[in-house]
């Protein structure tokens, strides 16, 4: 077996040192191996997606070969071609294989059939075509960025992954897929016809820089046909291990080992995980090499992940048990099969599975996560010859052979050469299409007639079928010649912007969006045949609405122009159960798209937003929850997982939708999303739950309106927030006295039958915190050591005052005394308890007893808590003032007074009044306040 001496650097990125033996014989092999990457015969230039009769194919070449690069469109009219552009060259460039530039420069559609990119140096042949080649190389070469390219490290789990990312998250919308998967044979083979094929990758690139290109491709290729796919490191990285595996023969063709070094990669991730899987939505936050498998390169105690990965060594075919113990979380994969399966959160525990392994390396991935308290890790095996036993540094290893170009020969730059190649540079006018400086493209050399001078000449120039010297020859098949001289037929008219209509379609075709959705009955994944590649994340049965992205028929009136805005500019997501995720092309390439689709598809005014109040909401929210319609028992909410199957999330739908789409939709989604699962709850108009708003379809559509419209801020609905141990209030009152958030450490909660909720803060004797619904989850106070304050289970929480309720003023707007934990002059006294264990809180203020009792009381959609204050006899200095609220005030016709347009306060038994944003109530000593809390 080949040893490779890998660079100390852990970074994946590391240039590993290569003995030169080993690129030797990376050499041969790469001349020997085949390229997974399908191979198409050309049929001149190959766009990466079909284009719907409305829009001229002619036209549409003009800008995807870039023609107007040379030849200037119309002034003002530039956006009606849209050109293509070229990859950015020299410093803002990417560092390519020499040998690669070689042949591409020596023929261009060979080494990549379908290519774009003309034959720049036509008319030119033999000795003459390969000087200018090599001078072209040295060059480019010369400029590209300074450093030297790094280099990735073979890993086979890596690849795997790769090949997921690659055909799952909307890749092969575009390109060509690499591997049939379960398509049927029909469906195959129209996918591997439409797409713009991936040929030579492994010549082409160096890992890291085609790592950097994956991440963000529109830096490289202003143009924004290759479209950023918002891809973490980790996946960049993986997706191009997978393409670049023609680099190392071992991934290529399994039958060929590759080189491995003692001990395991692994990768460090921070957060709250779940099950191992959840991982994979994270960023490594470190990476590097280990002896064996443990904890110890954890950074924290708590709530992280690892990732472990290399190669088990067997020493001996036959039949292997693994044993694996984790708190939490674990599992261990073998050659890309689940082996022990050890997942979620759970104290010390440890399962085990078998393997029939073959003598020598097989690939592993071990995954562990770890919550809080407890933690745990361990792997043990037995097999063939020996028992149980840990698995130890001797028996893991890691793959450290180096992934180098298939065809790699270093290049020593010759001045000369360069000086040739930069003359060469400006004769062929290839800074037309090439910016040699981000954004900042060369003017052409040579000047070319205006796009408008071509008409009548499309029998010669770059349509000849054999161009003179010194003109490109672009690969054309006849049928695009034809199209492009009928366009240039029509040169007159090219100063004219095309119809709204035409610009949309025309626009939608050149990046591809057809690959993916249906507009006006065209395009989609499944006129490719590439449908079969789209799937739903997890296990949720969501049929072709969950895989497929949406339908673009009126979309210029369902989505407000500020939203589409965000989509394309940077591919929001918010289809947690699809795969596939939104491209980002650019601004600069598809801004202008927004108000095109307002243009075409808002044939009439939209009807304005209604005007709703706090109150609408709160019937809204009902609606919504398990109480009302049960909407999330299938749509998630902010961080709230749905009941269900995981729908559209409801905290950006106000941000996303029209209004006048939104009220339409409603009562009967299925004629504006045809095939939608989303049932109708107002089937003819008629609502099905007719008890909360009377039924009125209106109101109640308007009402949910209202209550998205508090998006990801706006109160939890019924129904999302689950407890592992909830206290459960039935017929009577129930008490927790323990850690409570937002009320201190001497909390005493009380949950009332009524599903109204409080906190009393016993070391400042004040009322701190209402809410309703639920009441505690005490989960976090009965395991480990119970640390921590335990928040609200319910919604609608709000809190109030913080300090001491009652002060002693020489005037009403005396500022309200400062105090610290513990307010002084107060002591508490208990409790007492009524026939229905509602509380009545005792408690001393200068010296003054207080008793302290609430009655919650319900409405329609309301809950009041009446409280009630009693005061004892006393020998205050001055006036007793009660704070009731902190916050912006508003007194009510009513008498009321609205705080933060959420709490409505009420007092019987004296006059409040608004002292900056406070609200004050002056206290009879005796006495008794009634308070009237309504939320």
Avoid at 186 to 209: D, F, H, S, T
Avoid at 287 to 315: C, D, W
Avoid at 535 to 550: M, N
Avoid at 560 to 580: F, H, Q, S
Wanted: aromatic fraction near 8%; hydrophobic fraction near 40%; charge should be neutral.
């Amino acid at each position: 077996m080949v040893r490779v001496t890998v660079n100390p650097a852990s970074h994946p990125f590391a240039r590993p040192v290569v003995p030169r033996i080993v690129r030797g014989l990376l050499a041969v092999a790469g001349a020997v191996f085949v390229l997974s990457i399908p191979r198409m015969a050309a049929a001149g230039f190959v766009p990466a997606g079909p284009a719907p009769s409305s829009v001229d194919e002619g036209e549409l070449l003009l800008g995807e070969l870039n023609c107007v690069a040379c030849h200037q469109p119309p002034e003002g009219n530039a956006a009606r071609f849209a050109p293509r552009g070229a990859p950015v060259l020299g410093s803002g460039g990417l560092r390519l294989e020499s040998e690669w530039l070689r042949a591409w420069l020596a023929n261009p559609a060979a080494t990549k059939p379908g290519t774009a990119m003309p034959d720049a140096l036509n008319g030119l042949d033999g000795a003459a075509r390969a000087e200018a080649v090599d001078a072209l190389v040295h060059y480019l070469a010369a400029n590209q960025p300074p450093g030297a390219p790094t280099y990735l490290g073979a890993d086979s789990a890596r690849v795997a992954l790769g090949r997921a990312r690659f055909h799952a998250l909307g890749c092969v919308a575009c390109h060509v897929p690499t591997e049939r998967g379960e398509v049927p044979e029909e469906a195959w083979q129209k996918a591997r016809a439409n797409g713009a094929p991936l040929a030579g990758l492994a010549r082409k690139y160096p890992g890291g820089e085609l790592v950097g290109f994956l991440k963000n491709p529109v830096a490289h290729r202003p143009g924004g046909r290759m479209p950023s796919m918002n891809l973490t490191d980790a996946e960049a990285l993986a997706i191009a291990t997978y393409l670049l595996a023609d680099q190392t023969p071992g991934l290529a063709d399994p039958a060929r080992a590759m080189a491995t070094i003692p001990g395991v990669s692994w990768e460090y991730y921070e957060g709250s995980f779940g099950r191992t899987a959840d991982l994979d939505k994270a960023k490594p936050v470190a990476s590097g090499e280990a002896a064996e498998i443990g904890t110890a390169v954890a950074k924290r105690p708590n709530e992280f992940g690892l990732k472990f990965s290399g190669a088990i060594m067997a020493p001996k075919e036959g039949e292997y048990t693994f044993w694996l113990g984790s708190d939490d979380g674990a599992t261990l994969d073998i050659d890309g099969t689940r082996v022990v399966d050890n997942d979620g959160v759970h104290p010390p525990s440890q399962r085990s599975g078998k393997a029939r392994l073959s003598g020598g390396p097989h690939s592993f991935e071990l995954r562990f996560f770890q919550g809080g308290g407890g933690m745990e890790l361990s792997l043990a095996w037995a097999g063939p010859g020996f028992g149980r036993k840990p698995i130890g540094a001797a028996s893991l290893q890691h793959y450290g052979q180096p992934m180098l170009p298939v065809g790699h020969k270093d290049l020593a730059v010759d001045s000369t050469k360069v000086e040739a190649g930069r003359v060469w540079f400006a004769k062929q006018n290839c800074a037309a299409c090439h910016a040699t400086a981000p954004g900042q493209p060369t003017a052409p050399a040579a000047a070319a007639p205006a796009l408008a001078k071509l008409r009548g000449r499309g029998e010669a120039g770059c349509l000849a079928v054999d161009p003179r010297p010194g003109l490109p020859r672009y690969d054309l098949s006849p049928a695009q010649r034809t199209a492009l001289r009928r366009a240039l037929e029509r040169a007159d008219q090219f100063a004219q912007p095309l119809a709204p209509e035409r610009q949309v379609a025309a626009t939608l075709a050149r990046f591809n969006c057809y690959g993916c959705h249906v507009r006006d009955e065209f395009g989609g994944p499944a006129a490719t045949g590439k449908d079969g590649w789209f799937s739903v994340l997890g296990e949720a049965d969501l049929g072709e609405e969950g895989k497929l992205p949406p339908h673009l028929n009126g979309v210029g009136a369902k989505l407000k122009p500020k939203w589409l805005e965000t989509v394309l500019g940077d591919g929001a997501k918010v289809r947690p159960y699809m795969a596939t995720r939104m491209p980002v092309f650019g601004s600069q390439n598809v801004g202008h798209l927004p108000a095109l689709l307002a243009a075409v598809d808002r044939k009439t005014a939209l009807r304005a937003e209604p005007t709703v109040t706090a109150r609408d909401a709160k019937y809204g929210r009902k609606l919504v929850g398990n109480e009302g319609l049960s909407c999330v028992a299938c749509h998630t909410f902010s961080t709230f997982g749905s009941m269900g199957i995981p729908a559209l999330g409801l905290e950006r739908m106000h941000e996303r939708l029209e209004w006048d789409w939104f009220r339409r939709y409603l009562p009967d989604p299925a004629a504006l999303r045809p095939g939608t699962r989303m049932p109708s709850f107002w089937p003819d108009g008629h609502a099905v739950n007719t008890d909360i708003l009377g039924g009125q379809t209106d109101a109640q559509i308007q009402a949910i309106w209202a209550w998205l419209g508090g998006g990801a801020k706006a109160d939890i609905p019924a129904g999302l927030v689950r407890a592992r141990q909830e206290i459960v209030v039935d017929k009577e009152a129930v008490i927790y006295r323990h850690f409570i958030e937002g009320a201190g450490s001497r909390a005493i909660g009380v949950g009332y039958p009524e599903h109204a909720n409080i906190a009393f803060d016993a070391n400042q004797m004040r009322l701190a915190l209402i809410w309703q619904g639920g009441f505690i989850d005490r989960s976090r106070h009965s395991t480990d050591r119970g640390t921590g304050y335990e928040p609200p289970l319910g919604d609608h929480v709000a809190r109030l005052p913080e300090g001491a309720p009652f002060a002693v003023l020489a005037a009403s707007d005396t500022p309200w005394p400062a105090t610290a934990k513990r307010s002084p002059g107060y002591r508490f006294l208990g409790y007492s308890l009524d026939e229905v264990r509602r509380p009545a809180f005792r408690y001393e203020f200068e010296g003054i007893a207080v008793e302290d009792s609430i009655v919650p009381r319900t409405a329609d959609i309301d809950v009041t808590l009446v409280r009630t204050l009693k005061f004892g006899p006393g020998k205050p200095a001055g006036t007793v003032w009660f704070r009731a609220a902190v916050g912006a005030i508003r007194e009510q016709a009513d008498g009321s007074f609205l705080v933060d347009d959420k709490l409505r306060f009420r007092f019987r038994g004296s006059r409040a009044t608004v002292v900056g944003n406070e609200l004050r109530v002056p206290v009879a000593v005796p006495g008794e306040l009634v308070e009237e809390i309504t939320w």
